[in-house]
């Protein structure tokens, strides 16, 4: 006690009552973690939400069923910034045995994820960089000489995808942090030859997507004009529909993917917006006119057509003497082709040998 009586009182034969080092450790390292600002504020209520509904469903679900349920529709919040976040602040307070072997399924399944994740992004980020790096050989052997440059890019304009956009995008924008957050101002610490590489690949990546976009996209909006008179007319058409099987049959055969996309995302945003007629004084024409484009689309860009086309054009090139290589954007995806393909060049190798022999 103090002079004046008053103060805590203590024990003199007990003494103060001290927290143990583990427990005073842990209650620092939850504090710290509550104290810290979520990883993505302006998503946090919704991600809090969904976490609160998704142990509710574990809950009532059989055990069985649990990595469905997370698989099918929390990937995205098992993969999200916050859910770190989350997991530290909900565990404070757990105190019953299935809950917390809730917590550890949902943790472990995010571990899983996010080491499948890295797996992707190193194999996708090796096949963007010897994309980068076949350009760089090819614009090296080929500097003098436009027109053999413009020959063998050809070959790598396949490959020119949104993912390798993304790629060069994400890659820009982490080198220039880095150099922004150099130490040192010389002018060796502040250059980077990557960079440069980096920002010329992706000038010519977007100019290629503008080309690609210019040639489809005029002659796309040419035919749903034509579709927009058969609403006024059905006389026209035939005459419609004869233009689009027209334009596709002048299409590149490995461009008709992306016409086919390029079609359903101008059907899908006029469908999907319902245009009123203070937005659109012809409202209800323009979409009429898709519904008409829509219903061909599907038909002279099926996947059967599509798939008989790039057969056509694999033969034509085949005839050349040259191969077309497209890989997949996703590779998991890309090797289990490979694999098929693979089973399928062995199996038509067993058959032509045992072609040859009596009784089979």
Known sequence: LRKDGKGPRMDLFEGPVRESSATSSLQREVQAVTQQPAPDPTHLPIDTQRLDTLLTELRRSAPELHDRI????????????????????????????????????????????????????????????????????????FQQDEGAFLDRMEYLKPRFDTALLAFLTHSIAEEEKKLSSTISTTQSAMHSDWLQVLKVVKQGVMAEFETRYDLLLEPLLLAVRFYQEAVNDVDNMPLAKELLRRFIEVTPAIDLPFLKELASNMIDNVLSNQLTQQQLPNAEEVTAAMKLFQVDVNILLSEEVLQLKMQQYEEEIAQQGKQLLIRHRNPVIQAEMDTM????????????????????
């Open 70 to 141: 997370l698989l099918d529709g929390y990937r995205d919040l098992l993969l999200s910034d916050n859910f770190l976040f989350l997991m530290q602040v909900a565990e404070r307070d757990v105190t019953d045995i299935q809950d917390r072997l809730l917590y550890r399924k949902l943790t472990d399944t995010a571990l899983q994820l996010l080491a499948d994740v890295g797996s992707l992004v190193r194999t996708e980020s090796v096949r963007h960089l010897q994309t980068i790096q076949d350009i760089c050989e090819v614009a090296a052997n």
């Open 341 to 360: 393909k693979e089973l399928q060049r062995n199996r038509d190798r067993e058959g032509a040998v045992g072609g040859f022999l009596p009784g089979f």
